[in-house]
């Protein structure tokens, strides 16, 4: 009975994983309703889409099909490692949760639901700051309230008002409050959206990111020699995202001519990648390489690689996301990260092992390089940018303290002793 329940599971861990119905199947190759069928427990799974779908939710595929008492004992590991000045004896897990699986289920349940609020709480400072969509609606809102005030006060005046400005007035009050409802309402259902939907992407770099994403952020096209200026953009529905895109292909074009897929593919012959000595067997900028390793198909590297690119005043340019990295897409991120220590070096190749504190303290390989952008003419100040290549850590090693420590955010970070702490965290004990 305990493998019908598999599907279950996998919800349960794509929710704390905060991915979205639609995400996950296309990680995976399916369709999002298929998913939904195994979601449910109306599908059987195994093989290799069970294997696919541990992997993209950071998993053992054993997770999902041993049963309750197996994910207890997950649970409540990974409740270990996220707790701030605890040590738990890990080695009496199993019997813990064999002896009082009550309590293991509350410590758990308990954990899913701080890890969900954690979540919920850095979408929604992140939104809220810095989403265009809701600080237009808000201001939609706002406005009208204000104009139906003006016109109610005016009305309100013991003076005798005109019989037509009268009229006109209850007009514009009205035409107003009809503004308002349908603004409230669009409001309401911007806030009020449900996970299967599909993403509101109100950015031309979020739309770009997510052509990219459908893609798998590869083109075979372009590396066959197709021109990047004649590339179909397809989905990408504005000017400023077409602009966006092809100024980004026009970069991948460069990187592939740079690199050729298939000279890349034997110089790595599926083992841990070199950066450095890429950019020397290759003849080209470190910059050049770690966008390439970002940008070939997945079977080229053994583990999952991000990448993000910013300007020198930290604000993201690129985003490829990889499971349990988590950068602000809009607002200030934390500053401890390779990719913003970088610009404080230009062309000083910076590599480091972080572990990324908050939800599941994922560890990752970073390598990062800072360089100045082309000028145009002789005493024109560099424009300086910065690529970061991130390599998830499939095996930690358990000793925190020799590897650099970093958060997404301020707002969000755990961490209290912290140099470069520039507000108190909401999460905090203390605030």
């Given at each position: 009975m305990r493998d019908?329940l598999?599907g279950s599971r996998?919800r349960e861990r794509r929710?704390i994983?905060?991915?979205r119905?639609?995400?996950l199947?296309?990680?995976?190759?399916?369709s999002?309703?298929?998913l939904?069928?195994?979601?449910h427990?109306?599908?059987?799974?195994?093989?290799?889409?069970?294997?696919?779908?541990?992997?993209s939710?950071?998993v053992?595929?054993?997770?999902?099909t041993?049963?309750?008492?197996a994910t207890l004992?997950?649970?409540?590991?990974?409740?270990?490692?996220d707790?701030?000045?605890?040590?738990?004896e890990?080695?009496?897990?199993d019997?813990f949760?064999?002896?009082?699986?009550?309590?293991?289920?509350?410590l758990s349940?308990?954990h899913?639901r701080?890890?969900?609020?954690e979540?919920?709480?850095?979408?929604?400072s992140?939104?809220?700051?810095?989403d265009?969509h809701l600080?237009?609606?808000?201001?939609?809102v706002l406005?009208?309230a204000?104009?139906?005030?003006?016109?109610a006060?005016?009305?309100?005046?013991?003076e005798?008002?005109?019989a037509e400005w009268?009229d006109?007035f209850?007009?514009?009050i009205?035409?107003d409050?009809?503004?308002?409802?349908?603004?409230?309402?669009?409001?309401?259902?911007?806030?009020?959206e449900s996970e299967d939907e599909p993403?509101?992407r109100?950015?031309p770099?979020?739309e770009v990111e997510a052509f990219?994403?459908?893609?798998?952020?590869?083109?075979?096209?372009?590396?066959e020699?197709?021109?990047a200026d004649?590339f179909?953009l397809?989905?990408l529905?504005?000017?400023?995202?077409k602009s966006v895109?092809?100024?980004?292909?026009?970069?991948?074009?460069?990187?592939a001519?740079?690199i050729?897929?298939?000279r890349?593919?034997e110089?790595?012959?599926?083992?841990?990648?070199?950066?450095m000595g890429?950019?020397?067997r290759?003849?080209v900028?470190?910059?050049?390489?770690?966008r390439r390793?970002?940008?070939?198909?997945?079977s080229f590297l053994?583990r999952?690689?991000g990448?993000?690119?910013?300007d020198?005043s930290?604000?993201?340019?690129f985003y490829?996301?990889v499971?349990g990295f988590?950068l602000?897409?809009?607002?200030v991120?934390?500053?401890?990260?390779?990719l913003f220590?970088?610009?404080n070096?230009p062309?000083?190749?910076?590599?480091?092992?972080?572990v990324?504190?908050g939800?599941?303290?994922?560890?990752?390989d970073?390598?990062a390089?800072a360089w100045?952008?082309?000028?145009?003419?002789?005493?024109?100040?560099?424009?300086?940018?910065s690529?970061m290549?991130v390599l998830s850590?499939e095996d930690?090693?358990?000793?925190?303290d020799?590897k650099?420590q970093?958060?997404?955010?301020c707002?969000?970070c755990p961490?209290?002793?912290c140099e470069s702490?520039?507000?108190p965290?909401?999460?905090?004990?203390?605030?």
């Open positions: 019908t598999t996998i929710q994983s905060g991915l119905q639609a995400e199947a296309r990680r995976v190759g399916i999002a309703s298929y939904n069928l195994i979601e427990n109306r599908r059987r799974i195994g093989g290799k889409l069970l294997v696919d779908i541990a992997s939710l950071s053992e595929p054993s997770l999902l041993q049963g309750i008492e004992i997950a649970a409540l590991r990974e409740a270990a490692a707790a701030v000045g605890q040590t738990a890990l080695d009496a897990l019997e949760a064999g002896r009082f699986p009550g309590w293991a289920g509350v349940q308990m899913r701080v890890v969900s609020l979540r919920t709480v850095e979408t929604l992140d939104r809220l700051t810095h265009p600080a237009a609606s808000m201001h939609e406005s009208t204000a104009a139906i005030r003006s016109t006060a005016i009305l309100a005046e013991p005798e008002i005109d009268r006109r209850h007009r514009n009205h035409q409050a009809e503004r308002l409802a349908e603004s409230s309402k669009a409001l309401v259902a911007y806030l009020d993403d509101r109100g950015m770099l979020e990219f994403a459908e893609r798998e952020y590869h083109f075979p096209e372009i590396e020699g197709a021109e004649s179909p397809d989905g529905d504005t000017s400023a995202a895109a092809q100024s980004l292909l026009a970069t991948y074009a460069a990187d001519r740079a050729p897929l298939e890349l593919r110089e790595l012959g599926g083992a841990e990648p070199d950066p890429l950019a020397a290759f003849s900028d470190l910059a050049i390489v770690l390793l970002a940008f070939v198909p997945k053994p999952a690689a990448l993000a690119i910013c020198a930290g604000s993201i340019l490829k996301p499971p988590a602000p897409r809009h607002g991120g934390c500053p401890l990260w390779p220590t970088a610009l070096r062309l000083v190749p910076v590599r480091k092992r972080i990324q504190l939800r599941t303290a994922a560890e990752f970073c390598y390089i100045p952008q082309p000028v145009q003419s002789f005493d024109q100040d560099p424009v300086y940018h690529a290549l850590v930690p090693s358990p000793d925190v020799a650099a970093v958060g997404a955010s707002r969000i961490r209290n002793a702490r520039r507000e965290s909401i999460l905090s004990e203390v605030f």
